[in-house]
């Protein structure tokens, strides 16, 4: 813009007028965005605006178009999409241009001074994004000339955190490291999602990816891997799937699907009981999964959780005494009592059985010639034979102890006077 002024001079044989001017020089059209211009984005869907904005100090344009680039993300990371008139949305081509992604021009109409023109976009990043930085470039361009050319000054660049949800194991799962699964023994394993962002996640599933494990494991029928979903009081089924790597899917997917509030964590508790001859060390990995609203899964956190062992059944028991015998023991009298530790010393929960043998000479029998007596710490007493009978009382875990107390009673009046070798079992059954 040029503007004059101008002052004549008195009357003389020679004359001048003094002239000013100043120019102002056109503004270029600027870009912004409320939900680029926060700094941050999620994985999943990311809806946004992008305006075009023409300063009253610029000019005219017939037909203008914008031009995207993105940098620090894979061509199959993300999905850019533009909402068309009626609300439906189409997807935007992204062209590699050396590491970075471009859309080709996208049409945005006249622009005149003093107008601005807005775009509905629509981002959709995948879980590997997640703690990265993205930068977003927008470009305006004249399209009233051919070929379109770049408006100087019109562009502005974006960079923008990718944060996201993520699933880590616990608190409850196998003991050891890593986690120990026995063979036909149920185990509870805790998977928490946690939303870290400021955004509600809606329809996820969650696939845990089970890798390493023989095609021979069966995923149904008698003798399979046995996965339900524990939700409150009642176990939901979930679903058994190998892929095409001979991976094991199990895909929790809810009709209503998962639903994450922002800033929220919730746990996915599943029982898992693995068969016989399923032992080995594999690894697991998590993925949760949004429906796009066009339909379709995108992942919007993958974490591995390392490995896992599954192992081969083996009760076992080791028992201990706090001294080697009763001692001396009049006829028809009780001895002190004698404590014995029993210990779970396999990899399963165990029922525990007790019984006692005939002196080690065999003159003198048990139950016969002389008592042996068990009082376990819940109050049973158990008058030993030589049959096995069941301690009663809950399972005793792997590791854990029981201490019972024994006490001897010889009867036998016609007994010789001596030594005596008697031996107390124990027999660990998977419980």
């Avoid at 999409?81 to 062209?95: I, P, R």
Wanted: hydrophobic share 40%; aromatic share 6%; charged share 15%.
């Amino acid at each position: 813009m040029v503007l004059f002024s101008a002052t004549a001079s008195a009357s003389a044989a020679t004359d001048s007028v003094e002239l000013s001017f100043s120019v102002t020089s056109e503004e270029p059209p600027s870009f912004s965005s409320p939900e680029l211009e926060a700094g941050a984005l999620q994985t999943g869907a990311n809806a946004f605006t992008l305006i075009l904005a023409n300063p009253s100090t610029g000019k005219d344009y017939q037909a203008t178009g914008v031009q995207l680039t993105l940098s620090g993300a894979a061509e199959g990371d993300v999905l850019l999409e533009k909402e068309e008139t009626g609300g439906t949305w189409s997807t935007l081509s992204l062209a590699a241009i050396g590491q970075d992604l471009a859309t080709e021009l996208i049409p945005t109409g006249a622009l005149t001074r003093g107008s601005s023109t807005g775009l509905n976009l629509r981002l959709t990043l995948a879980a590997p994004l997640r703690g990265r930085t993205i930068g977003i470039k927008a470009v305006a361009f004249d399209r009233s000339v051919e070929p379109s050319q770049p408006i100087a000054g019109a562009e502005k660049s974006f960079s923008v955190e990718v944060k996201g949800p993520a699933v880590t194991l616990g608190p409850t799962l196998p003991s050891g490291s890593p986690p120990t699964f026995g063979e036909g023994q149920e185990a509870v394993v805790d998977l928490t999602l946690q939303n870290p962002t400021e955004d509600d996640y809606q329809n996820l599933s969650l696939c845990l990816t089970l890798s390493g494990v023989p095609e021979s494991v069966p995923l149904s029928g008698t003798g399979a891997l046995k996965i339900v979903q524990a939700d409150g009081d009642s176990l939901q089924p979930v679903q058994l799937e190998r892929d095409a790597s001979g991976n094991i899917k199990v895909i929790v997917d809810p009709p209503e699907g998962l639903v994450l509030g922002a800033g929220e964590s919730r746990v996915i508790t599943l029982n898992i009981t693995w068969p016989a001859a399923s032992a080995g060390t594999y690894t697991w990995s998590t993925t949760l999964l949004e429906r796009l609203p066009a339909g379709g899964d995108w992942p919007v956190a993958v974490d591995t959780q390392g490995e896992f062992t599954v192992v081969a059944v083996n009760p076992a028991a080791r028992l201990s005494t706090n001294r080697s015998g009763f001692g001396a023991i009049p006829v028809g009298a009780w001895s002190a009592p004698l404590e014995l530790t029993i210990t779970n010393t396999g990899n399963v929960a165990v029922n525990l059985l007790i019984s006692c043998s005939d002196t080690a000479d065999g003159k003198y029998k048990v139950g016969q010639d002389f008592y042996v007596k068990a009082r376990t710490p819940g109050g049973q007493e158990i008058l030993l034979n030589s049959g096995w009978q069941k301690i009663t009382g809950n399972p005793l875990l792997p590791q854990d102890s029981l201490k019972i107390s024994l006490f001897l009673k010889p009867v036998q009046s016609a007994m010789v006077s001596g030594t005596y070798q008697i031996a107390i079992k124990v027999d660990a059954q998977k419980a």
